[in-house]
């Protein structure tokens, strides 16, 4: 027999094109698996600003449900996914609704992380063990004109962190050090006007990272604003992903509450 | 005889304080350690042959001095008068007092004039151990050379008293003599007159004449037998500390010096007896692993020395080219030695490699040297740890280690032996032979661009390890976590490429016109609380009746709906909540979640309404011309 197929919407929900989300999902095979919202385009995915976006990751049968904030400044932090099934591959749907209102606006069903497997793939900023005679830590940061296969390396004195996995996983040394390398970079990249447009140079390789975090391009070359600007930088790095979840672990850990 | 020379200061001399004691009062190291060092240092420069091998031996005794022959000609009662007047002695000498006895053997002793201190010469080493401050008579590739290093026997004293026998090997003379030197020149009790810093013992009174040695054969015996001397009647020199300060004990020396010379040990160059224990070529390594926390290098360190040592005769992995000092790198290797070296560096095996260096004298005269780097990569170090040494004397103040990024631990040895570069060193020696500056007189006097050199050595090591280390292990994605490349997301591979066979050039393709589509005989339209399935005609074809099956289920985040209907959610027959309107239609039949009913005419429809307005709904139509059956049943 011959088939058509058709769904019914009759509150006009707007069924959002995944291509307007970047989720990422960082697995390490050990602890719990997180997952935060990297970038959402809500102008191009017809939501309004102040939808509150809602998240439910799913793994076979099982659920988990998250409130992420306003479709304009939605939360970037890193949540943790420890209700759901690791056997299963995780999935993502978003629901928009306005607030006071339960009706949905819109919805994407089916998302999957940038990263499925859990390995974020490649990083802009390297780590390199070493002995630094003092230091705990280096920025090696290329000028800004250097070719596009420079990048930004931080070097950690390797008598505390013999690997770079002990770095990245140590709670203080990434609250304390990863917002000053971003600020850093964002300075550095503000030192040539329109170096994020520049594909011969490494800076041109952040466009797309520093367009995520929703700051817009560095101003010209008057100092206060640039530095203006990297510090706006630095407050949306500090508030997304990873870095915002091992911050307020330790927060947490100064008032006293149980750390990992 | 033996007498005390005690000279008052002319009207028109200075006086003060010493002061080459400071030059050795900052260094990072004991005063046990500072003896050490120097007192071994000697030896090793006087040695009778350049290969022979030096033994020195360190004993505290403990002597009687109301009884000992010695200690009544040297405690005399001028020398206590001037001794508590210059402050060197409290109170009175105590009945027993420790000596710190240092034999060296298989030296030449002091040899040179002994009766005319204004001789000099490189071979006046009499003169230049009692009668010179800051200058010595060693030449200068000699481990000593400032003339300074004597200093620290006097400051191993608590009276900054020395006396030495010592038996040339050239005339075969058994020579005793002695200095105190005064803090500072001193006036004694009541009077005004003062007095000089140096008060030498030997035999002649005379302070206005010159001091010379005592030869008396009792008083040297006597020397021999209450302070149970090893010399015998072999060349070299017995160094004797009265009084020694109270941390100059046997083991303090021992910890010393497995710390300062490890490696001339490890060489065969010098045996070093302590006591009763000896340190030789077999029983450092043991004596080196007991010291525990008091030594100062690791005992990986140790091993790479021990390694070095047995090496250090043997032929190199590569040498580099001449001219490395300007820009030290790949070129300046044979590429093929070079790999060799990369992959034993790897390996974690010691990396050995000559670097020829040509240094040039003011005098215009280019000098032909040469030394030797030891390298090796140690991961399970806690940290890289170097070493400079200057024939058989550590240079341990120098460190440049520091500026290399190597991913692994390293251990480094920058071995010198040839006499030309040994001398330039030697001049570029601070007193303490612990760091080297290219600024220092003698050496920018004596030599052109003694920084360009010096700088050669010091960071050949650095840079050789820059060379052969393996690239660090740079991790490109443990940060992704934070700055995650949004371009280089992780592709997943949804299983094999497979073989994608021989592409061909498309060539010239006659480009097909897509046909329209097809119009279907019916269609489902979604209204707001339900669905229309209508019939249509079909342009150039003629109507069949259509028998349909439509299946309803609200939508569902995950599954399929259709199974995950429940009656709960609704049932189609239940006429009240649902409006069934059919036209053109026959043997409509509502049941669950199915309407089943035939379309026979091309204007027929079925519109159900009654669905939840807040929910979507999924509707599957399926649907067969009835038409077809007829035919094939006609046929």
Redesign the interface.
């Known amino acids: 027999?011959?088939?058509?197929?058709?769904?019914?919407?009759?509150?006009g929900?707007n069924e959002v094109d995944r291509r307007h989300f970047?989720l990422?999902l960082?697995d390490d095979g050990k602890s719990d698996r997180t997952f935060w919202l990297?970038?959402f385009d809500f102008n191009a995915a017809g939501i309004p600003p102040g939808a509150l976006i809602n998240c439910?990751a799913?793994a076979g049968?099982s659920e988990q449900y998250f409130a992420l904030g306003s479709a304009s400044n939605f939360s970037r932090t890193a949540r943790v996914i420890g209700e759901v099934v690791r056997n299963k591959p995780v999935r993502f749907?978003f629901v928009f609704h306005m607030p006071g209102e339960k009706?949905l606006i819109g919805f994407a069903?089916g998302l999957r992380p940038?990263?499925?497997?859990g390995?974020?793939?490649?990083?802009?900023?390297?780590?390199?063990?070493?002995?630094?005679?003092g230091p705990v830590w280096e920025l090696d940061l290329p000028v800004s004109n250097a070719e596009v296969s420079a990048?930004p390396?931080?070097?950690v004195e390797?008598?505390i962190f013999p690997?770079?996995?002990v770095?990245?996983k140590h709670h203080w040394f990434?609250g304390l050090v990863?917002p000053e390398v971003m600020r850093r970079i964002a300075l550095r990249i503000a030192e040539n006007a329109g170096a994020l447009e520049n594909d011969d140079t490494w800076t041109g390789?952040w466009k797309?990272?520093i367009d995520?975090l929703g700051v817009g391009a560095p101003p010209d070359d008057e100092d206060d604003r640039v530095d203006e600007w990297a510090a706006t930088v630095v407050r949306k790095?500090a508030s997304s992903?990873?870095?915002r979840l091992q911050i307020d672990q330790l927060i947490g850990e100064m008032q006293g509450e149980a750390s990992e | 005889m033996a007498a005390w020379q005690f000279r008052m200061l002319n009207p028109n001399e200075n006086s003060g304080s010493s002061i080459s004691d400071d030059n050795f009062s900052v260094e990072e190291r004991t005063n046990v350690e500072i003896l050490v060092r120097e007192t071994l240092q000697n030896p090793l420069d006087a040695r009778a042959s350049v290969d022979d091998q030096v033994k020195v031996s360190y004993r505290v005794i403990e002597v009687d001095l109301a009884q000992s022959v010695v200690a009544k000609a040297l405690f005399s009662g001028a020398w206590v008068e001037h001794a508590k007047a210059g402050h060197l002695l409290q109170s009175s000498l105590p009945d027993k007092g420790r000596f710190l006895l240092i034999e060296d053997f298989g030296t030449t002793g002091l040899e040179g004039a002994y009766t005319d201190s204004a001789v000099d010469g490189p071979s006046e080493n009499w003169n230049a151990f009692w009668f010179r401050e800051g200058e010595g008579a060693k030449h200068a590739r000699a481990n000593g050379g400032a003339g300074q290093g004597k200093i620290t026997l006097y400051l191993a004293s608590e009276v900054r008293t020395v006396i030495a026998l010592t038996r040339r090997k050239s005339d075969e003379r058994e020579l005793l003599f002695g200095c105190t030197r005064f803090l500072r020149n001193y006036r004694l009790n009541g009077k005004k007159e003062r007095w000089a810093k140096e008060a030498r013992w030997g035999g002649e009174p005379d302070p206005d004449k010159q001091s010379i040695p005592i030869t008396d054969r009792v008083l040297i015996d006597a020397a021999k037998k209450e302070l149970r001397l090893h010399r015998a009647d072999m060349a070299g020199t017995s160094f004797i500390v009265p009084l020694p300060q109270d941390n100059l004990t046997e083991e303090g020396i021992r910890t010393a010096v497995i710390n300062e010379f490890f490696f001339a040990i490890s060489r065969g160059r010098l045996e070093v007896t302590v006591g009763d224990k000896v340190l030789d070529e077999s029983t450092i390594v043991e004596a080196a692993a007991a010291l525990g926390d008091s030594s100062r290098q690791s005992s990986s360190f140790r091993e790479f020395l021990r390694l070095a040592a047995s090496k250090s005769k043997q032929q190199t992995l590569a040498t580099v080219k001449s001219g490395w000092h300007k820009t030290f790198d790949e070129s300046c290797f044979d590429p093929m030695e070079l790999t060799n070296l990369k992959d034993t560096f790897e390996l974690g095996d010691p990396v050995v490699v000559d670097l020829p260096l040509a240094i040039k004298t003011k005098k215009g005269e280019v000098q032909s040297t040469t030394f030797r780097v030891f390298l090796q990569s140690d991961e399970e170090l806690?940290?890289?740890e170097e070493l400079f040494i200057r024939q058989d004397l550590a240079i341990d103040g120098e460190k440049k280690?520091?500026s290399?990024?190597?991913?692994q631990?390293v251990l480094a040895l920058t071995f010198i032996e040839d006499p030309l570069l040994s001398e330039f060193l030697v001049c570029a020696e601070e007193p303490t032979h612990r760091t080297w500056n290219a600024q220092r007189p003698k050496v920018k006097n004596a030599y052109m661009t003694p920084n360009v050199f010096l700088a050669a050595v010091r960071n050949a090591a650095a840079k050789l390890v820059q060379l052969v280390a393996p690239v660090?292990?740079?991790?490109?994605?443990?940060?992704?976590?934070?700055?995650?490349?949004?371009?280089?997301?992780?592709q997943?591979k949804k299983g094999p490429s497979g073989d994608a066979g021989i592409k061909e050039k498309p060539g010239d393709v006659s480009v097909l016109t897509i046909p329209p589509a097809k119009a279907?005989p019916?269609?489902?339209?979604?209204?707001?609380?339900?669905?229309t399935v209508r019939a249509h005609a079909v342009p150039e074809s003629t109507f069949v009746p259509l028998e349909c099956?439509v299946e309803t289920a609200y939508?569902t985040?995950?599954g399929d709906p259709f199974r995950l209907w429940d009656a709960a959610d609704y049932w189609l027959g239940d006429s009240g909540k649902f409006t069934l309107d059919a036209s053109g239609v026959s043997g409509l039949v509502a049941d669950a979640n199915q309407i089943r009913f035939r379309l026979d005419s091309d204007d027929a429809l079925v519109r159900v309404q009654g669905?939840?307005?807040?929910?979507?709904?999924?509707?599957?139509?399926?649907?067969?011309e009835l038409a077809d059956e007829a035919d094939i049943a006609s046929n």
């Open positions: 027999m011959k088939q058509i197929s058709r769904r019914t919407n009759p509150t929900l970047s990422r960082n990297e970038r439910v799913t049968a749907r009706k069903d940038i990263d499925e497997s390995n974020l793939g490649g990083s802009l900023v390297d780590i390199f063990p070493t002995e630094l005679h990048k390396c931080i070097l390797r008598s690997t770079a996995t770095a990245v990434v990863m390789t797309s990272y995520q790095f992903g990873q870095l | 806690e940290r890289s280690l520091k290399v990024r190597a991913a631990p660090g292990q740079r991790d490109e994605t443990a940060l992704a976590v934070y700055f995650a490349d949004p371009a280089r997301a992780v997943v279907k019916v269609s489902v339209k979604p209204q707001k609380d339900g669905f099956l939508a985040v995950h669905f939840d307005e807040n929910r979507q709904l999924e509707v599957r139509l399926k649907y067969r």
